[in-house]
């Protein structure tokens, strides 16, 4: 009885568990971007970078404290022999030294300045990088979202489109067993059916395709209860349509433009630290030592020659390195070379985001308008496929015509599915291109 009493509790347990198990998930576009931002490897492995680099701006920061430095030392001697009136030094003995060193760097000719600002510099610019791949990656989920669900409507349209076909294949067998059509039109009809069930199977296919993407982008398992969904009509905010409006927004937010203008500070940071090493190096030392000799007690003497000495020692040193072979100014030459170099790729930059704009904007007005013409061809051609099936029943066309109706409304949808693909693809350009992530 007992095991019959959990025999049926454990089938009550997986009846109830498994529908939870396979229960399907459905993702959003802003879904997907928060999920893919959080997961990504390229953007953890950037905030690893960030946080590196933070690092050594601290290690550079600690140039600016003093150095504190003890040693011990023990030493023993042994003397081999002596003549002539003994030199203490080079008797037996044992001897311990400890000191203690404090360090200060008073002057650096800006050196210790420059290189702090340069590390400063270069964890901001690895900052910017990472939204760079912020950016560069929802763009990605952003455009491959849109195209699974084109690829997904695609599917539904030809799958109607088979199931219409199917019907008129069915009809010309009807029709040719009543001989009201001649052979080849049934032949005709099954060609149109396998085409379209041809053009069905690689809709399919895009659609795998696209979803294996997107989860890849997301770094997220890939499962057959995950659905995704938003359709083309969706796209949230608003974008400015104008390019100047555009353009004054990407100056602003292109993390790559700012990433280029921290390198072009770097290396000037790089040239006056060459030019540094022609200015002197003061330093104020303090020292504290304490030396204890320990002599052999001999017998010829009658009095304790140990001796201990404690001092603290004061100072201030300079250095300048007066010659070296030109080094320190080719280092400054190079570097301001360094310089103009990346402003040069800078405009490189700015020359290319500035035809993306304007590529984006056309692209956007020619996807808005011809949206409006497919959506009004689709209207038609479901108008003209109605009529043709109509006449068809009442003996008044043939089903050649049914199915050129049939085959133009396919490509009617087709088309005003490509127009909202476009034009949300165009949007995700604009996005990215103004330097804004979809909210």
């Known amino acids: 009885m007992k095991n019959k009493l959990l025999h049926g509790l454990i089938v009550l347990f997986v009846l109830g568990v498994l529908p939870v198990c396979h229960a399907r998930t459905t993702l959003t576009l802003k879904q997907c971007l928060d999920y893919g931002l959080v997961n990504s490897p390229s953007i953890k492995a950037a905030d690893y970078a960030v946080a590196a680099l933070e690092e050594n701006r601290k290690s550079a920061r600690a140039d600016f404290l003093p150095s504190l430095s003890t040693s011990y030392s023990y030493n023993r001697l042994e003397n081999i022999s002596s003549k002539g009136v003994s030199d203490t030094d080079y008797l037996n003995q044992d001897m311990r030294t400890f000191a203690l060193r404090l360090s200060q760097v008073l002057y650096a000719g800006n050196r210790l300045v420059n290189s702090y600002d340069k590390a400063k510099l270069d964890m901001e610019r690895k900052a910017a990088d990472r939204r760079l791949a912020e950016l560069e990656l929802s763009y990605n989920i952003q455009a491959t979202f849109f195209q699974l669900m084109g690829a997904e409507l695609n599917v539904k349209i030809l799958k109607e489109s088979v199931a219409r076909l199917e019907e008129g294949v069915k009809s010309a067998n009807a029709y040719l067993e009543k001989s009201l059509i001649s052979y080849s039109e049934v032949l005709s009809a099954q060609v149109d059916l396998a085409d379209a069930e041809q053009r069905l199977s690689k809709a399919k296919n895009d659609v795998n395709r696209k979803r294996v993407a997107l989860f890849s982008l997301m770094n997220h398992p890939i499962s057959e209860e995950v659905v995704f969904e938003g359709g083309l009509e969706f796209f949230a905010g608003d974008y400015p349509s104008d390019f100047e409006a555009c353009w004054h927004i990407a100056k602003s937010n292109r993390p790559d433009l700012e990433s280029l203008a921290k390198q072009v500070a770097m290396s ?11 200015l002197p190096l003061v330093k104020l030392d303090l020292g504290y030592n304490d030396q204890n000799r320990d002599y052999e007690s001999l017998a010829a003497y009658n009095y304790d020659r140990d001796q201990r000495n404690r001092y603290w020692s004061a100072g201030v040193n300079a250095s300048w390195e007066l010659f070296d072979g030109g080094r320190a100014w080719y280092q400054n030459q190079k570097s301001s070379l360094d310089a103009a170099q990346i402003k040069e790729n800078i405009k490189k930059v700015q020359l290319s985001i500035q035809e993306g704009i304007r590529q984006a904007l056309f ?12 959506l009004g061809a689709v209207g038609a051609a479901e108008e003209n496929y109605k009529v043709e099936s109509r006449r068809l029943e009442a003996g008044l066309t043939t089903v050649p015509l049914l199915l050129d109706a049939q085959i ?20 995700s350009e604009l996005e990215f291109m103004i330097g804004e992530k979809d909210k």
Request: proline share 0%; glycine share 6%; hydrophobic share 30%.
């Open 268 to 278: 000037e940071k790089d040239a006056d630290i060459a030019m540094g090493s022609y």
């Open 408 to 427: 133009r409304l396919t490509r009617a949808q087709g088309n005003y599915t490509q127009a909202l693909l476009d034009y949300q693809l165009s949007r």
């Open 363 to 374: 692209s956007i007005s020619e996807a808005e308008h011809r949206t409006r013409g497919a």
